[in-house]
C-alpha cells in the first residue's frame, strides 16, 4: 500500500504491546497491582484476540518486580502421621532441606552401625549384661548352696528348674527315695516346698533385672544415638535456625531419630516396619522431604500434563498456565500405592497442583475448561475464597473412598488466578453464580475491532512485523501487509475497522510464509498472501461448490434473468464449521381479498423462528400503516421461502419478502436480475445485516456461472455500505459495469430498483403520484375492500350479520 514507507516488515520495530487494547490491558495493570481479597481478574474477548499472549507479555514485564516466593515441603508428623506438616523456605532452600536429611539419614545408617560394633560400646553393653548376669547368678547360687546343706539339689532340666533329694552328692533315684521312712520323705517334701517358693521369688524379680537392664541399653543406646545424631544435624539446624517451624520440625526428627535408633540396626529394623512392612519398603522413608513447590533459580518448570507450558520464573513471581484444570491438577493430590492388597498412602506421596505452583505469583486458566470439570470450579472459588490450599480427594465429596486419608496442613494462598472466555461465558457466570462477581472483581474486556484509520493501519503493521518474528516467518512486504490489512478489514466486516483476532491473522501469515518459501522468496508479496486465502476457501469450499451446482443445474430453482411478480431474490448466509457462504433463495408472494391476514408459511408449518415471524409481523404494520388509511384492510397474503426444507430465521429477508408482496399486490413484475436483502422497521426504513460481503459474493458467482449481462446486481441496505469488503473479482466486475451493487435507504428505494416502476410519496392531499407503484396498491386494496363490501351484502341489499 503506498501510504507505507517501508519496504519490508523486517524494517519495523515491535508493537508496544497488544494494537487496540489499551482499555483491556489497563484493567490487567490495575488487577495485578491490586493485592486486595477478590481482585482476581476475568479477561473476556473472542477466541483468537490474543489476550492470553498479552496478558503473559504484561506479566513477564512485572514479574520481576515481585519477590520470589517460598519453597513448600511436606514432612512427616511424628505424632500423628495422618497429618502431613507443611513447611515453608525460602526459595531454593526446600531442596537444601531434602538433600540435608536425606544426607544426614545416610551418614547415620553409616555412622549408628559402627558406633555400635565399636569396642568401647561393647565393652558398655557387656557390663550391662554383666551386671544382669550377676544378678540372676547370685540369687541361684545362694539358693543352690542353700538347698545342698539340706540334701536337696538345684536341677536345670529344659523345662525350668528343679530340686532333687540328693544323698552323698547323688541325685536320689526314685526308688530309693520311696524307700525312706513315710515322715523322712514328708521332712523332704516340705524342704523341697520352701525351696520352690525361694525359686519362685527369684523368678519374680527376674523381669524387674531384665527391665533394668533394657533401661539401661536404652539409655546407652540413646546417649550413643544423641550424640551421633546431634554431630550430624547440628549444620542442618544451623542453616535454617531463622525458620522457627523448620527448626521446630528438625528438633522433632532429632528426638524420633534418638528415639527409634533401632532401625539402623538390621536385627531390630524389622518392629518398625509395621503389620504391612512400609511403603515401598524402605523404613527410612519416614525422614524424607517431600518438595512439592521449588522457586530455586535452578528449578525447571514442571511439564506435567496439566501445565503442559510449564511456568515462568522471571526473577521474581512465577507464571502458571493451566491447561487441564481438572480439580487434581488445581488443588493437589494425594496418591496410593499399593501394599499387600491395599492402597497405602503417605506424606511423600503428596502431589501439587498449578496453585501451589502459581502461589505468590498468577496463575492462567481457560474458563470454558475449567467449568467442564467436575468439582473444578467449586475447588478453585473455596481456595480463592478461604485463602488457602486444602488437599482434599474428589472421592471425599462423592463418598466413593472408604481409606482412610490424609489430612496435609493447608498452605496460605496469595495467587492471581486470570480466567480467560468469551462475553457469553462471562456474563452468565456474572448472572447465574453469586460468588462469581466477589471472587473475580476485574474484567478486561479485549476488542476485536479497531477503527480503520492511517495511524491504525501503521500499528497493524508493526503488530504483523511482531508476529513476523515471534512465529519465525519471512517478512512481509509493504503490499503484502496492505492486503493483509484489506482481509482484516474483511474478517472485521467492516471498511473502516480492523479485526483484532490475531488468531486470524496470525494463520492467515502462515499459510502465506510457506507458498512464498514454497518460491524461494525472500519475503511474503501480495501473490502469496492472495493464494494463501484462495486456498483456504479451495480447501473448505465443497459445501458451496455443492450449493452452486444445484443452482446451476436447476435442481434449486434461481431465476437470474427476466421479469417475474410477486417473485424476488433473497439471501441468506450459510455457516457450517469454518465456512461461510452467501447463497440466493425464491421468496414468493401471492395476494388476494380477504381479512387483513398476511400469512408466513414457515411459521405456520413451524419452520419460520421467532426472529423471521418478527420481520413478517412488522412489515404487516408498515401495510396497514402505508396503505388503506381509511378502509378496511382487505387482503389475505402468502408468503414462502420455495423450496426451504429447514428452518428459517433472522429479519434480513423482511425487505424482499415486502417487495414481493408490493409486486404482487400491484401486479408488477420484479427484475430476476437482482437480489436483495435487508431488515425493515415499520417506518419502511430498510435496516443494516450481517453477512453482506458473503450475500453480494453468493448472488455474484451465480450470475458469473451463467454469464455476466451487465444487468444483474444486488441491493444492500445504505448502512451496510460501510461493510463491504468484497472479493477482487466482485469489483472488477462492478468497476467494468457488468455487476452493480445499490443501497437503499428505505423501502421506497428497493422496490423501484427492482421494479423500474417509481413508487411514489403520498402528496399534501394523501394522494400517491398517478402511474407509481404505490397508487396501484392503492387501487387494488380500495377494489379488495369494496368487493369485500360487495361479499357481505344478502340478496335484499342488507350487510349480513
Given at each position: 500500500m503506498s501510504q507505507f514507507e517501508f519496504t519490508t516488515t523486517a524494517e519495523l520495530s515491535d508493537a508496544m504491546g497488544l494494537v487496540g487494547q489499551d482499555r483491556a490491558l489497563e484493567a490487567i495493570r490495575f488487577g495485578t497491582r491490586m493485592d486486595k481479597s477478590g481482585y482476581n481478574i476475568f479477561a473476556l474477548g473472542p477466541h483468537g484476540a490474543g489476550m492470553r499472549d498479552g496478558v503473559i507479555r504484561h506479566l513477564q514485564s512485572i514479574v520481576g518486580k515481585r519477590p520470589v516466593p517460598g519453597d513448600w515441603v511436606y514432612v512427616n508428623n511424628f505424632t500423628d502421621p495422618n497429618k502431613p506438616v507443611a513447611l515453608e523456605t525460602a526459595a531454593g532452600r526446600a531442596e537444601a532441606l531434602r538433600s540435608g536429611v536425606a544426607d544426614l539419614i545416610q551418614d547415620l545408617r553409616g555412622s549408628i552401625p559402627a558406633i555400635l560394633e565399636s569396642e568401647e560400646y561393647k565393652k558398655r553393653l557387656a557390663a550391662i549384661d554383666a551386671n544382669y548376669t550377676q544378678h540372676q547368678g547370685q540369687a541361684f547360687e545362694a539358693l543352690r548352696i542353700k538347698a545342698e546343706a539340706k540334701n536337696v539339689t538345684l536341677l536345670s532340666t529344659p523345662s525350668g528348674f528343679a530340686f532333687a533329694p540328693q544323698r552323698e552328692g547323688e541325685v536320689m533315684k526314685p526308688e530309693a527315695f520311696n524307700d525312706l521312712p513315710e515322715d523322712e520323705r514328708e521332712k523332704i517334701k516340705d524342704t523341697i516346698g520352701e525351696l520352690e517358693q525361694e525359686l519362685a521369688s527369684i523368678f519374680q524379680h527376674v523381669p524387674g533385672w531384665e527391665k533394668e537392664r533394657r533401661t539401661q541399653v536404652h539409655e546407652l543406646n540413646r546417649e550413643v544415638a544423641t550424640n551421633a545424631v546431634g554431630r550430624s544435624i547440628h549444620d542442618l539446624t544451623s542453616m535454617f535456625e531463622g525458620n522457627e517451624k523448620v527448626a521446630a520440625w528438625l528438633r522433632e526428627l532429632e528426638a524420633d531419630l534418638v528415639e527409634n535408633i533401632g532401625l539402623f540396626t538390621a536385627d531390630d529394623r524389622e518392629q518398625f516396619a509395621g503389620p504391612m512392612g512400609p511403603i515401598g519398603g524402605d523404613v527410612f522413608r519416614r525422614y524424607t522431604v517431600n518438595v512439592i513447590v521449588n522457586n530455586g533459580p535452578d528449578a525447571a518448570p514442571e511439564p506435567t500434563a496439566g501445565n503442559s507450558n510449564g511456568g515462568f520464573i522471571g526473577g521474581g513471581a512465577p507464571i502458571i498456565t493451566e491447561e487441564h484444570p481438572a480439580f487434581a491438577n488445581l488443588i493437589g493430590r494425594v496418591e496410593h500405592m499399593s501394599n499387600m492388597g491395599a492402597l497405602v498412602t503417605d506424606f511423600s506421596l503428596i502431589k501439587a497442583g498449578s496453585l501451589h505452583r502459581a502461589n505468590g505469583g498468577y496463575l492462567l486458566i481457560d474458563a470454558l475448561r475449567l467449568l467442564r470439570e467436575p468439582l473444578a470450579w467449586d475447588g478453585l472459588k473455596r481456595a480463592l475464597r478461604t485463602r488457602r490450599i486444602v488437599l482434599e480427594a474428589p472421592g471425599d465429596y462423592l463418598s466413593l473412598v472408604s481409606t482412610v486419608a490424609l489430612e496435609p496442613d493447608p498452605i496460605p494462598l496469595d495467587t492471581k488466578v486470570i480466567l480467560f472466555g468469551d462475553r457469553l461465558l462471562y456474563y452468565m457466570l456474572a448472572e447465574n453464580d453469586p460468588e462469581f462477581s466477589d471472587l473475580f472483581k476485574v474484567s478486561a474486556d479485549f476488542d476485536d475491532q479497531i477503527d480503520r484509520d492511517g495511524d491504525t493501519d501503521l500499528l497493524y503493521a508493526e503488530m504483523i512485523a511482531t508476529l513476523c518474528r515471534e512465529n519465525d516467518l519471512l517478512p512481509l512486504t509493504a503490499a503484502a501487509v496492505g492486503r493483509v490489512i484489506e482481509e482484516s478489514s474483511r474478517f472485521a466486516e467492516d471498511a473502516?475497522?480492523?479485526?483484532?483476532?490475531?488468531?486470524?491473522?496470525?494463520?492467515?501469515?502462515?499459510?502465506?510464509?510457506?507458498?512464498?518459501?514454497?518460491?524461494?522468496?525472500?519475503?511474503?508479496?501480495?501473490?502469496?498472501?492472495?493464494?494463501?486465502?484462495?486456498?483456504?476457501?479451495?480447501?473448505?469450499?465443497?459445501?458451496?461448490?455443492?450449493?452452486?451446482?444445484?443452482?446451476?443445474?436447476?435442481?434449486?430453482?434461481?431465476?437470474?434473468?427476466?421479469?417475474?411478480?410477486?417473485?424476488?431474490?433473497?439471501?441468506?448466509?450459510?455457516?457450517?464449521?469454518?465456512?461461510?457462504?452467501?447463497?440466493?433463495?425464491?421468496?414468493?408472494?401471492?395476494?388476494?381479498?380477504?381479512?387483513?391476514?398476511?400469512?408466513?408459511?414457515?411459521?405456520?408449518?413451524?419452520?419460520?423462528?421467532?426472529?423471521?415471524?418478527?420481520?413478517?409481523?412488522?412489515?404487516?404494520?408498515?401495510?396497514?400503516?402505508?396503505?388503506?388509511?381509511?378502509?378496511?384492510?382487505?387482503?389475505?397474503?402468502?408468503?414462502?421461502?420455495?423450496?426451504?426444507?429447514?428452518?428459517?430465521?433472522?429479519?434480513?429477508?423482511?425487505?424482499?419478502?415486502?417487495?414481493?408482496?408490493?409486486?404482487?399486490?400491484?401486479?408488477?413484475?420484479?427484475?430476476?436480475?437482482?437480489?436483495?436483502?435487508?431488515?425493515?422497521?415499520?417506518?419502511?426504513?430498510?435496516?443494516?445485516?450481517?453477512?453482506?460481503?458473503?450475500?453480494?459474493?453468493?448472488?455474484?458467482?451465480?450470475?458469473?456461472?451463467?454469464?455476466?449481462?451487465?444487468?444483474?446486481?444486488?441491493?444492500?441496505?445504505?448502512?451496510?455500505?460501510?461493510?463491504?469488503?468484497?472479493?477482487?473479482?466482485?469489483?472488477?466486475?462492478?468497476?467494468?459495469?457488468?455487476?452493480?451493487?445499490?443501497?437503499?435507504?428505505?423501502?421506497?428505494?428497493?422496490?423501484?430498483?427492482?421494479?423500474?416502476?417509481?413508487?411514489?410519496?403520498?402528496?399534501?392531499?394523501?394522494?400517491?403520484?398517478?402511474?407509481?407503484?404505490?397508487?396501484?396498491?392503492?387501487?387494488?386494496?380500495?377494489?379488495?375492500?369494496?368487493?369485500?363490501?360487495?361479499?357481505?351484502k344478502d340478496d335484499s341489499g342488507e350487510t349480513a350479520s
Open positions: 473502516e475497522k480492523l479485526s483484532l483476532e490475531v488468531g486470524s491473522i496470525t494463520d492467515l501469515m502462515q499459510e502465506a510464509d510457506l507458498y512464498a518459501r514454497d518460491d524461494a522468496a525472500d519475503a511474503v508479496d501480495v501473490p502469496h498472501v492472495q493464494q494463501a486465502i484462495d486456498e483456504r476457501v479451495h480447501r473448505a469450499d465443497r459445501l458451496r461448490e455443492r450449493s452452486l451446482e444445484s443452482i446451476t443445474r436447476e435442481v434449486v430453482m434461481i431465476d437470474t434473468e427476466g421479469f417475474v411478480a410477486g417473485q424476488v431474490n433473497g439471501l441468506s448466509v450459510l455457516s457450517l464449521g469454518q465456512v461461510s457462504f452467501g447463497r440466493p433463495t425464491r421468496i414468493t408472494a401471492r395476494t388476494r381479498m380477504g381479512k387483513g391476514n398476511v400469512v408466513d408459511i414457515e411459521r405456520e408449518v413451524d419452520l419460520g423462528g421467532a426472529l423471521h415471524s418478527k420481520g413478517v409481523l412488522i412489515l404487516t404494520g408498515f401495510l396497514s400503516a402505508h396503505f388503506a388509511i381509511n378502509i378496511p384492510l382487505s387482503l389475505t397474503a402468502t408468503l414462502v421461502f420455495e423450496q426451504s426444507y429447514g428452518g428459517v430465521d433472522g429479519d434480513s429477508a423482511s425487505v424482499a419478502e415486502l417487495v414481493a408482496l408490493l409486486s404482487s399486490l400491484a401486479e408488477v413484475p420484479i427484475n430476476q436480475g437482482f437480489a436483495v436483502t435487508g431488515s425493515l422497521n415499520q417506518l419502511g426504513q430498510v435496516q443494516p445485516i450481517g453477512g453482506v460481503n458473503e450475500k453480494v459474493e453468493g448472488f455474484f458467482d451465480i450470475c458469473m456461472r451463467r454469464g455476466l449481462t451487465g444487468e444483474q446486481g444486488v441491493i444492500i441496505p445504505a448502512a451496510n455500505v460501510k461493510h463491504l469488503m468484497l472479493r477482487r473479482d466482485v469489483v472488477d466486475a462492478v468497476e467494468r459495469g457488468m455487476f452493480s451493487v445499490f443501497a437503499a435507504e428505505t423501502i421506497e428505494d428497493a422496490v423501484t430498483i427492482m421494479t423500474g416502476v417509481h413508487a411514489g410519496q403520498r402528496d399534501e392531499g394523501g394522494d400517491f403520484p398517478s402511474g407509481s407503484l404505490f397508487e396501484r396498491i392503492d387501487h387494488r386494496l380500495l377494489e379488495f375492500a369494496e368487493a369485500q363490501v360487495a361479499f357481505g
